[in-house]
């Protein structure tokens, strides 16, 4: 997949519209429309969204968010996307629909056909919408496709209750919306050292300050090495408070059947449920019997 952030003539392209946060069951849907007509029709596929979210254009600041811009090219280039196009959301969010479509879209991708989710809007004050486009077909010879609501257990998927599900704990829920794990990544890092003098030696990562985090807690994990195998874990997310009094978030993961040293190496780490709250215990004694109790939720 090639990754262009500078506006470049590449015609006949099967173009996917949208930020993608996430790229969700939804984002797939919308995506995997773009990229099968390509298939289909011997041209090459794009996803139009832009290297940061609207927010910070409007708030001055950034969101969580669910995944790190690395991942997120990674996923579209494992789903087969031929050209992420990054534009520069504050260039373009003043333009009105028909300006965004005739002097972008139109001018340097010459749409085969263009896949967007069912409630998509853009250009000014968000007048663009799917009606705008299905209605400018004919006149710009493409094809328009609007991808309808993914659902599950009755919920319409969505980027924000995605996050409403992590940032409450309902990791289920969120993977389940996701159609894989929600998952982060760091280096190892030397820790105190007290979870070995437990008989449970950790690999601590700090955890990103751009990702939307679960609540303080115990939880069932799987853990990736760059070797590529996996393991089974038990990760506690916050501030180890029976221990410690930083204030910095941490990620320390017990990782079942495994020795050796993964210091200064990368790892990724997969939410599978939330077993309990993060407690502060009266001595590492009742956290010990704890963590024992917690590995047989796992096992």
């Known amino acids: 997949m090639e990754i262009i952030r500078e506006l470049t003539e590449i015609p006949n392209l099967s173009l996917a519209l949208g930020f993608f946060d996430g790229i969700h ?15 289909e029709t011997g041209c090459s596929s794009a996803v139009v969204s832009f290297q940061e979210h609207p927010y910070c254009y ?5 969101p969580k968010y669910i995944l790190t811009l690395e991942d997120k090219h990674k996923i579209l280039e494992d789903m087969g996307v031929d050209y992420l196009i990054e534009l520069d959301f504050g260039a373009v969010c003043h333009m009105t629909p028909t300006e965004y479509l005739e002097e972008v879209l139109v001018k340097y991708f010459s749409p085969k056909a263009i896949s967007t989710g069912f409630n998509h809007k853009f250009g000014v004050d968000k007048s663009g919408n799917v009606i705008f486009l299905s209605d400018c077909q004919e006149k710009y010879d493409y094809i328009y496709f609007a991808t309808p609501p993914q659902s599950i ?4 998927i969505s980027s924000t209750l995605i996050r409403q599900h992590i940032k409450s704990g309902s ?7 996701l159609g894989r ?12 050292q007290l979870g070995a003098t437990l008989g449970y030696p950790t690999a601590n990562i700090l955890y990103p300050t751009d990702i939307i985090e679960p609540p303080f807690g115990v939880y069932e994990v799987e853990v990736f090495l760059d070797d590529g195998k996996k393991y089974r874990g038990l990760a506690n997310f916050g501030v180890a408070p029976t221990v410690s009094e930083a204030q910095q978030c941490s990620l320390e993961t017990y990782i079942l059947n495994f020795k050796g040293d993964l210091y200064d190496k990368n ?12 407690i502060k215990f009266a001595n590492t004694d009742e956290l010990k019997t704890q963590i024992g109790i917690d590995l047989q939720s796992v096992k």
């Open 181 to 192: 794990k929600f998952s982060v990544e760091g280096t190892v890092v030397k820790g105190k």
């Open 171 to 177: 990791v289920f829920m969120a993977n389940s919306m």
């Open 25 to 39: 069951l939804g984002h797939q849907s919308v995506i995997g429309c773009a990229v099968e007509f390509a298939k």
């Open 58 to 62: 409007f708030k001055k600041e950034s």
């Open 153 to 156: 257990y009755g919920d319409v």
């Open 267 to 278: 790892i990724k780490i997969s939410f599978v449920k939330m077993i309990r709250p993060e």
